[in-house]
């Protein structure tokens, strides 16, 4: 049965944000080369985003960027709606040099589609949010980044590196893909090379 909203939703600034809400439920079918740490299954974008919103206001007080009154919300933003474009571009490794290549394109256009959907207002919060994410300049953005990053390692040591061992990911490639950690937060990065020391024997 399809549903029209337009014959339940008469506010047309509400029927655009429901329009833009049911769009994200297709989030829950965009997997990952993550897996779950207590699964053998991938994890997928949603599962990812929420984790990592929940990992920046438990873990703001080991940021090196954001000042003594941080702005968290702007940072749960950022990361509840940073994946959003793989709606449409889909999730694309990090580690894949020839899938990254284009990554920009695919997404900026998927950007345009999807956060269009909302009224122009919430459209260009959104797409501001996810292109300064994209940028990683502001300590708000680095900060993000660096949770964005560092929650793949740890589902990777929880699940014996499974996705490491599947794509041959060296430590080097891991320390060099995500040192935006360092400058978010030095106690994460070092928590970052005992996981490697411990898992590569290093």
């Not at 207590?38 to 703001?60: G, P, T, Y």
């Not at 709606?87 to 020839?98: H, K, N, Q, W």
């Not at 490491?164 to 060296?170: L, N, Q, R, V």
Request: glycine share 2%; proline share 3%; with cysteine.
């Amino acid at each position: 049965m399809e549903i029209n909203f337009k014959e339940i939703v008469e506010n047309d600034r509400l029927l655009k944000q429901i329009n833009f809400i049911i769009e994200l439920d297709k989030l829950k079918s965009i997997f990952r080369q993550s897996y779950l740490s207590h699964s053998k299954r991938h994890e997928n974008d949603a599962e990812h985003s929420w984790h990592i919103a929940v990992m920046a206001i438990l873990l703001a007080e080991h940021s090196s960027v954001l000042n003594k009154d941080p702005d968290l919300l702007k940072v749960v933003k950022m990361l509840l709606i940073h994946d959003i474009v793989e709606i449409d571009a889909g999730d694309t490794y990090c580690y894949d040099e020839i899938g990254n290549a284009h990554k920009e394109q695919r997404e900026l256009k998927a950007a345009a589609r999807i956060f269009n959907i909302l009224p122009e207002d919430q459209s260009q919060e959104l797409f501001d949010l996810w292109q300064e994410f994209e940028q990683q300049v502001t300590p708000e953005a680095v900060f993000a980044a660096s949770l964005d990053r560092i929650q793949p390692i740890i589902l990777n040591f929880l699940s014996a590196g499974k996705s490491w061992k599947e794509h041959d990911i060296t430590p080097d490639m891991i320390l060099k893909r995500n040192s935006i950690i360092e400058k978010g937060s030095p106690a994460l990065w070092n928590m970052v090379k005992n996981i490697l020391k411990i898992f590569f024997n290093r």
